[in-house]
Each structure stands twice: as structure tokens, then as C-alpha cells.
Nanobody
């Protein structure tokens, strides 16, 4: 199995910054694309940003120019640097990874437990 553990998050004023990190652990054969999603109250979960094994990145239009995703494939970690935060960024942020567990036959999408980000106006 693959476990994802997030760190970071919290309460910040509008215009501030936060850094989220996520570490994958367990019996891992391979990790592909890693990313961050978020879900605000009453809304569907949405992709914030993801990054491939070749470090190609993809961002939601709402966060382009403010958020930066990066990964350390040797350590199986992914980080989301969030700058110029806005109240509308308030949500639970989830780490996700497309991965294959050791002994597995296919890739599966794994999720972290989520971390709350609250941006006050």
C-alpha cells in the first residue's frame, strides 16, 4: 500500500503565503504524477496543480502565477508553495499520487487525509 501524509496548512491573512508538503511512504513500486486538489465547503473537489515524473506542471487558471508545485522524486515528496493567497483559496487541500504498490499490477490514485487552508480577508 501507498500512504500520503501532508504537512503545512493553517490560517493566514489574505496576501500571505503557505507551504504544503506531502510525503509518500509504504511499499512503493513506482510513483507517477503527483498533485494537489482542494475542496471548499459545498463545492466539488478540484485540481489545483500537478507535476509529472518529468517535472512538467499543470495549474488551475485560478492559481497560475501564485502557486508553484515541485517534487523530489528521490524522496517521494511533492510541495505546493502558495503565495498571494486569497480568501477564495480557503479549502481542504489534498495530496494525490498516481502510484503502483510493490507487487501490484496496476497504477492507482492515492489520496492524503487533507489539510485545512484558511485565508482571512
Amino acid at each position: 500500500q501507498v500512504q500520503l501524509v501532508e504537512a503545512g496548512g493553517g490560517l493566514v491573512q489574505a496576501g500571505g503565503s503557505l507551504r504544503l508538503s506531502c510525503a509518500a511512504s509504504g511499499s512503493i513500486a513506482f510513483i507517477g504524477t503527483m498533485g494537489w486538489y482542494r475542496q471548499a465547503p459545498g463545492k466539488q473537489r478540484e485540481l489545483v496543480a500537478d507535476i509529472t515524473t518529468s517535472s512538467l506542471t499543470n495549474y488551475a487558471d485560478s492559481v497560475k502565477g501564485r502557486f508553484t508545485i515541485s517534487r523530489d522524486s528521490a524522496k517521494n515528496t511533492v510541495t505546493l508553495q502558495m503565495n498571494s493567497l486569497k480568501p477564495e483559496d480557503t479549502a481542504v487541500y489534498y495530496c494525490a499520487a498516481d502510484a503502483m504498490a510493490a507487487g501490484g499490477l496496476r497504477m492507482n490514485l492515492y489520496w492524503g487525509q487533507g489539510t485545512q487552508v484558511t485565508v482571512s480577508s
